[in-house]
């Protein structure tokens, strides 16, 4: 685990809905990596027929996403003049798509969410 700086301070949380591999964390966290596959189907009615297509037939599930290298030279100076970050309230609809809601520090984060609409 690292060292934080600075704490978080929330006095209440109100989040309606949580779902499609997405969470709510409390506390500090060293790394965090969350995907999602959606395949959308979108019909005039409500009809299910059990097996829909398959992820590996669309290219943007197979595609990997580049992620550049960070090259420049990046120097930071924090002063952190209060240390808590203090919140009265968090009201919030829905969280969804490999999305994180968190109170507390991450070191780290990679949050992946492919959608395909038919």
Do not use: C, W
Not at 32 to 53: C, D, M, S, T
Not at 56 to 79: G, H, S, V
């Amino acid at each position: 685990m690292f060292k934080s700086n600075r704490s978080s301070i929330v006095n209440q949380v109100k989040i309606n809905d949580i779902f499609y591999a997405s969470s709510f964390n409390i506390g500090d966290s060293s790394y965090i990596n969350a995907f999602a596959k959606v395949f959308a189907v979108q019909r005039e009615q409500e009809l299910f027929y059990g097996f829909e297509a398959d992820y590996e037939d669309f290219a943007n599930f197979k595609e990997p996403i580049p992620l550049p290298p960070i090259t420049e030279k990046l120097q930071f100076n924090r002063f952190n003049a209060n240390p808590t970050i203090h919140v009265s309230k968090v009201r919030i609809i829905g969280i969804s798509k490999s999305s994180i809601f968190q109170i507390g520090n991450t070191k780290r984060a990679y949050l992946e969410a492919r959608v395909h609409h038919t």
